[in-house]
């Protein structure tokens, strides 16, 4: 768990400039730019590798079987998967981060929780919960680069 101060997020505009918190308009709402780009981030590749967000694709790409790796996953029907993932999709504080090698398919995986606090100012405390890597490709740092991603 860690604790996001959204008074210390920087607020941007459009094109990624930061804005200055004083004299920023109401729409420039804290930290809701950082979430909706979580939601909306690019794809990332790393040495041949690729850094997105969870995808409807991925019940095939392995996405459940790394989740067993970490804990009892149960049987998700393709359904079931589809319908949480557009639970997941609509929600701008729960976030699921995947790292997808071309020939393995979905190596690592890492899920970000908001919750918004009365404490701090009514800030956000995030959760990164659910990190996993694929056994057989451990210790090549996939790991820390999902929980960079998260932050």
């Avoid at 970000?112 to 659910?130: M, N, P, S, T």
């Amino acid at each position: 768990c860690y604790f996001v101060d959204t008074h210390a997020l920087p607020i941007t505009n459009d094109s990624d400039e930061p804005v200055d918190r004083e004299t920023a308009s109401p729409d420039h709402h804290r930290g809701s730019e950082r979430l909706t780009r979580l939601k909306t981030m690019p794809h990332n590749h790393v040495s041949g590798m690729v850094i997105r967000p969870l995808a409807a694709s991925d019940y095939d790409r392995g996405f459940l079987q790394l989740l067993g790796q970490l804990t009892t996953v149960g049987d998700i029907k393709r359904g079931d998967f589809e319908q949480r993932l557009t639970t997941v999709g609509e929600d701008l504080l729960q976030h699921i981060v995947v790292i997808e090698d071309p020939e393995k398919g979905i190596v690592a995986s890492g899920t970000l929780l908001l919750e918004h606090k009365f404490i701090h100012r009514g800030g956000l405390a995030g959760h990164i919960e659910d990190v996993v890597v694929d056994s057989t490709i451990r210790g090549k740092g996939l790991g820390k680069l999902i929980v960079d991603k998260l932050r």
